[in-house]
């Protein structure tokens, strides 16, 4: 079968993988944090999955309209975690949960923009991306790191292994972690990049998710 066959025939797979998940709902909404006011809950959680600075920055960015929303770590840590530890090699049938950490959104004087970020496991694994095929979409940027070439529904996805406890040979590589940063309505002057969010979003998952790989995720990842 043709290169780009076999690319777009599994990617028409994750697609369809994708919907199927959030179509299911729950897992993927963050929760409202309430009308007129800022939830110190949710802009605690959004702190913690993209650091204190940067949702200072996109804060300021908002302007006074700024809302955070958000989804409880916890559950999403052992959700995460548990699909990993049923995961096994040659019994994959890619099927996957989304979640969304954060949500920030806010704007003014008939704008309006909004800031999500994405978490789940990958439907690519380490060694497709590296190859001939996977080349044609996704550029290394670190050893174990891949940036996709171009923006998908969730934003830029951004793939790395995470090898946790308890899981089968291999599952580091073979279902590697996959965040994502949709920045939407942002002004092209943005107190903080997508790109910085982007960083802060996959070193946050990585240690809430114990990833035994500690090499530094790069501050060049976006074009």
């Excluded at 076999?6 to 919907?19: D, E, I, P, T």
């Excluded at 979640?99 to 060694?127: K, L, N, Q």
Aim: glycine residues 12%.
């Amino acid at each position: 079968m043709p290169v780009i066959s076999r690319w777009v025939g599994r990617s028409a797979a994750a697609l369809a993988v994708v919907v199927s998940a959030t179509a299911c709902g729950g897992a993927d909404t963050p929760k409202p944090s309430g009308t007129g006011t800022v939830s110190p809950t949710a802009l605690k959680t959004c702190q913690e999955v993209f650091g204190r600075a940067n949702v200072d920055a996109v804060s300021a960015d908002l302007g006074s309209a700024f809302r955070p929303f958000d989804r409880s770590l916890t559950d999403m840590r052992d959700r995460l975690l548990t699909e990993a530890r049923g995961w096994a090699a040659g019994k994959d049938d890619l099927q996957r949960t989304t979640f969304h950490p954060c949500e920030m959104e806010g704007g003014g004087d008939g704008t309006s923009a909004r800031v999500t970020g994405t978490v789940g496991w990958s439907t690519y694994d380490i060694d497709f991306l590296a190859s001939g095929e996977g080349r044609l979409r996704w550029r290394a940027v670190a050893d174990g790191l891949y940036v996709a070439s171009r923006a998908d529904n969730w934003g830029t996805p951004l793939v790395m292994t995470c090898t946790v406890p308890g899981t089968a040979a291999g599952q580091g590589r073979e279902l590697p972690l996959q965040v994502s940063v949709n920045d939407e309505g942002r002004k092209g002057d943005a107190t903080v990049s997508t790109e910085q969010l982007l960083k802060s979003l996959a070193e946050s998952t990585r240690v809430l998710l114990g990833c035994a790989e500690k090499l530094p995720v790069p501050g060049d990842l976006l074009p």
